[in-house]
């Protein structure tokens, strides 16, 4: 069976992962408890709620008068869990396809994805993957066991960008889903309805997670350095746009910079941890430089 997944995690960043933790800025359950190692396992004694069965679960945690009366299979879980439950939420949008040399946004966050889900179970806690565009297209809930880092790798591997933009949705969606407070990590170039997509972000600020934003940008976004006259088509649209790049690149780089501006003030008002990410510069270099400031904040 191919195991192209298994890109996702070079060895070499993997090594530089073992001796590094991901510190919450915020108060969030579990989490410094969730730094060693639990006898129960993420589970306890007081019974919470039901979830559906995924491959990979511990069949001793079936409720089997459950499934006697459904004829299917449905996980015990426990108010108690011992382990931080982190949420990866990577967009999967048309523009996330975009790439002017190198790697695509979508597979640069992929790399970001893959590493965060391994750092937060090397630190016994709990990694999920949503990935969405104007919808959410797949979901994998957080679990603690090892082997479920290759449940989010395959998924990284099986997926393409594809449509248009609508993150609001799946933020609601989500927020509404999970009732345990834990860590909301986005994956995204935030080319959407921005107030939307910050009433979504708010709205897992209001149910008590913690909340990172990584915004994922490709250096031609940014410097727009094409030179000669170009034709633009929108991937999410198709609408095609004729223009010289260098009579609109001033005003071009001073939208984009306003709207960054705009929307990291508001994310740090609603104590939204906000991070740039450029697709030029390798992403465990990247992942390290933000881990260290991170530990900083204690």
Known sequence: MPEDYRRYLDPKVVSKLAGMELKARLVVEG???????????????????????????????IDWKVYGKSDRFYIKQFEEETNLRGYILLDASASMGYKSNGVSKFEYGSYFAAALSYLMLRQQDAPGLLIYDQQIRAYIPPRGARSHINNILKQLEKTQPSSKTDAAIAFHELAERIKRRGLIVVISDLFDDPDRMLAGLKHFRHRKHEVIVFQVLDPFERNFGYRAEARFRDMETGQMLLTNPYQIRKEYIERLDDFIEKFSRACRDALIDYHLLDTSVPFDKALFGYLAKRSKLG
């Open 31 to 61: 989490f410094i408890v969730g730094l060693h190692r639990s006898p129960y396992h993420g589970f306890s004694v007081e019974f919470a709620e039901h979830r559906q069965y995924m491959p990979g679960d511990d069949v001793k945690h």
